[in-house]
């Protein structure tokens, strides 16, 4: 099956810098890749996603890039703030229906 | 607005006791998922169902069950709970492209 790696897995920077979460997946028939976001205490939310015939989209301080070849995906945000402060997860799937989810990553957003 | 509901927020089990959570969705979905979250390791599909009456194993289905007799209700069950069934329980529905997760039940097994 799909194996998704995320890197990495606690991220600090200072608010205002920008932040960058790596994921790697193993099938190559993954096609869809979202992005989730979970503040503390609360379930997980869609936050971006990616097809795999599109290299990059943006959503105002977030985006997300798909370079497909190398079998890997990037989640960037700019302009970092206290509230962008969560754990994110990768996912890849093909088809849309079940997603393999990567490790998450810790980030905070240092004021 | 997709609304995902579980039954409980916190449950504390004793080990070897039958434990059921349940999760409700609203939307009509086809997919219903149960995951557990643990620290370090993300979340990991336990089961998942596309239809009513129909269940899949996902990567973790060991000491699990799930039952499906209607569209919108997916249940997860552990027939004797033990200790390393302590874990975040997460439910998600959803369509094609898209998992709404539900508020998840922080279980407890002593």
């Known amino acids: 099956g799909e194996n998704v790696e995320q890197h990495p897995s606690t991220l600090s920077v200072q608010e205002g810098d920008s932040a960058v979460i790596k994921c790697t997946y193993s099938d190559s028939a993954s096609n869809y890749f979202p992005w989730y976001k979970q503040e503390l205490g609360k379930r997980p939310q869609l936050i971006i996603d990616?097809?795999?015939?599109?290299g990059e989209k943006k959503d105002q301080r977030i985006a997300v890039t798909l370079n497909k070849t190398a079998k890997h995906f990037s989640l960037h945000i700019t302009e970092t703030q206290p509230e962008d402060s969560a754990v994110y997860f990768c996912?890849?799937?093909?088809?849309?229906?079940?997603?393999?989810f990567g490790t998450g990553t810790s980030l905070t957003v240092i004021p | 607005d997709v609304k995902v509901t579980q039954s409980s927020r916190y449950l504390v089990k004793r080990t070897g006791e039958k434990v059921f959570l349940e999760c409700v969705q609203d939307m009509d979905h086809e997919n219903m998922f149960w995951y557990r979250q643990d620290p370090g390791l993300g979340l990991r599909l336990i089961y998942f169902s596309y239809d009513v009456k129909m269940k899949e194993k996902g990567d973790i289905p060991e000491g699990y069950s799930v039952s499906r007799e209607k569209k919108e209700r997916f249940s997860l069950i552990l027939e004797s709970a033990s200790t390393n069934q302590t874990s975040m329980y997460l439910c998600a529905s959803g369509s094609y492209n898209e998992q709404f997760f539900g508020p998840g039940t922080r279980l407890t097994v002593l």
């Open positions: 996912a890849a799937s093909i088809g849309g229906n079940q997603f393999y």
């Open positions: 990616i097809r795999s015939n599109v």
